[in-house]
C-alpha cells in the first residue's frame, strides 16, 4: 500500500498534505511490532497507547487542514470513487 501511495499523483496545492498523510502511513506501519497490551510491562502498554493517540491527533489534524483547502477552493463534496 505504501508503494501505490508513493504513486499517486497529487495536485499542486495538495502535495505538502500528501507527503504527510504518506509520513503518517509509514510511522503507523513501523508500530505494528509495538503495539500490544502486555499486562506484565505496563510501560509498553503505556507506550504503545501514546503512538496510538500520537497517530490518531495527527490523521484529525491531517484531516481538518484537508477539510480547510477544501473549504478555501469552495469543494463542499469529493466523491471517491
Do not use: C, R, W
Amino acid at each position: 500500500g505504501i508503494d501505490q501511495m508513493k504513486k499517486i499523483e497529487a495536485p499542486f496545492i495538495l502535495k505538502d498534505i500528501h507527503k504527510s498523510i504518506l509520513q503518517l502511513a509509514i510511522y503507523t506501519v513501523d508500530l505494528k511490532g509495538d503495539i500490544s497490551l502486555n499486562t506484565n510491562d505496563p510501560m509498553k502498554s503505556l507506550t504503545a497507547a501514546s503512538s496510538l493517540q500520537t497517530v490518531a491527533e495527527k490523521s484529525v489534524a491531517l484531516q481538518n487542514e484537508f477539510l480547510q483547502i477544501l473549504n478555501n477552493y469552495g469543494i463542499d463534496f469529493v466523491n471517491f470513487p
